[in-house]
């Protein structure tokens, strides 16, 4: 019976010490998650090979890789991203503290896949891509919460056409915000359907949306999807408007839609308009 007494008075204690050392790990980190998206260009692929993804809390302490699920190299096809669709590429539980920066770390193993092509051109990454692409964060996270980054890859203007060689250059332009702190806007873009046998509309895929500021700014586009729905994430609190200029269709140009944070937005309807015939 003493012997019992003593070893449950023995695991009593190790709980205890457990629980505070839990406790105290809580009191000292943070959980951080990034995920990528994408203002989708007018492209069927843009492949990119991610070799490595770090933090920087301080100048003074360097920078820490985070460690993504599946283990690097991660592959992605940029334009799969839309309408919802992200890719999670950390999920870590890393010290708190000021977080300034991150950098992903690219390989050259990067291709695009133009739109009726069939094969893949090499994506040429200069040396100062693969060393580091660093975006700014400075956001203080507090011990034991919880923070999204969403990086938003927008691939029109990552993709640059070398003149008359027929190369193409990666130079990634990446947005990158607080879930916490952003909001989003969803939509569906449909289009008017004139014909001897029927009228009315249907779902547009593949259709750019652009994003613009209430000063006319550009801020940043995606693509819809098979069922003509889009998502664009990442916004800051504010008032935006959305601007469709697509082949064989009126330009349309929305209302001023607010966004606020951690709110999806819902689009106005979009129906894109045939253009009147004289």
Sequence with gaps: MKKNMILGLISFLFVLVLQSCQEEKTEDTARVQLRLVDA???????NVEIIDIQYNKSENEGWTSFTPENAYPIQVDLTKLIAGNDLL?????????????????????????????TESIHLDTPSAQQSGLKLKLETELEPGFSYTFILDWDVQRSVVKAGNSGKYILKPVIRANTEVNSGSIRGVVSGEV?????????TLSDVIVAIYSKE?????????????????????????????????????????????????????IIILKIPMTE
């Design 89 to 117: 590429l950390s999920d870590e539980i890393i010290p708190s503290g000021m977080l300034n920066q991150i950098r992903l770390v690219l390989s050259d193993n990067n291709s695009l896949l133009l739109k009726n092509h």
């Design 216 to 268: 006319n700014e550009y801020i940043t586009e995606t693509s819809t999807d098979i069922n003509g729905e889009f998502l664009i994430q990442g916004l800051q609190p504010d008032e935006y408007m959305i601007l469709i200029d697509e082949m064989d269709y009126q330009l349309y140009s929305s209302e001023l839609i607010k966004v606020s944070a951690g709110i999806v937005t819902e689009s106005p």
């Design 194 to 202: 004139i014909s001897q046998e029927t009228s009315g509309t249907e």
């Design 40 to 46: 989708s260009g007018d492209y069927e692929e843009v």
